[in-house]
């Protein structure tokens, strides 16, 4: 596609619920970032893929956050157990490989927990 | 640890007035810098960057930014600011390293604009 797809683009999921994030990224993008973006914040970095391979996940702030990219292509990040303090916007942005591309972003997936 | 600082969390110009959005870093090395720009809903788009080489560069919609080695700073310039420039604005640093490529963003700076 034009750019990086995210769904849902809105979610509210009850505490305790699990949820699942989905990012598609641009066509033949070898790199892969999650971030979140808590209200009023910048976003922060939660773990990055080199095609099918993590190769950082040292930003997921706890073991309820787990994201996967099995083929390479589309990446699931999936919260289990959702807290309240999860609600933030979780962005995905992918770039052609690593730093020295410019890293596009998705519009968003906007996680409200109640 | 790496981190950036944007020191003005909101700033107010008029339409067709000058801006300038600070932006300070600190990092061991030459980081890789970034000037993104955020719309209400919106993901986020790159405005400028700067990997090496001249330390003024230009970017889209009009703006500018200079690397500033000594102070440790990008900050981001338009001559004359349209209304439609209002949204919010985040500069980042990435470096390589063991993260190979993720960013660091500050806390943004929120742009209005007046008639």
């Known amino acids: 596609g034009a750019g990086v797809s995210q769904s849902p683009r809105y979610k509210v999921a009850k505490r305790g619920q699990d949820v699942a994030l989905r990012c598609d990224p641009i066509?033949?993008?070898?790199?892969l970032f999650w971030y979140q973006q808590a209200l009023g914040q910048g976003p922060e970095f939660l773990t990055y893929?080199?095609?099918?391979?993590?190769?950082?996940k040292s930003g997921l702030p706890s073991d309820r956050f787990f994201a996967e990219r099995p083929e390479g292509s589309v990446s699931t990040l999936k919260i289990q157990r959702t807290q309240q303090e999860d609600s933030a916007v979780y962005l995905c942005a992918s770039s052609l490989e690593r730093l020295g591309n410019t890293i596009y972003f998705g519009e968003g997936s906007w996680l409200t927990v109640v | 640890a790496q981190s950036v600082t944007q020191p003005d969390i909101h700033i107010t110009v008029s339409e067709g007035a000058s801006l300038e959005l600070r932006c300070n870093y600190s990092?061991?090395?030459?980081?890789?810098l970034f000037w993104y720009v955020q719309s209400p809903g919106q993901g986020l788009q790159l405005l400028l960057k700067y990997f090496s080489g001249d330390t003024l560069v230009q970017g889209i919609k009009g703006f500018e930014a200079e690397f500033k080695r000594s102070q440790s700073s990008f900050n981001l310039r338009k001559p004359s600011v349209h209304w439609s420039d209002a949204a919010e604005y985040f500069c980042a640093v990435g470096f390589y390293g063991g993260s190979q490529g993720n960013l660091i963003f500050g806390k943004g700076t929120k742009l209005s604009v007046k008639p």
């Open positions: 893929f080199q095609n099918e391979a993590q190769l950082d």
């Open positions: 990092y061991g090395a030459t980081p890789y």
């Open positions: 066509s033949g993008h070898v790199s």
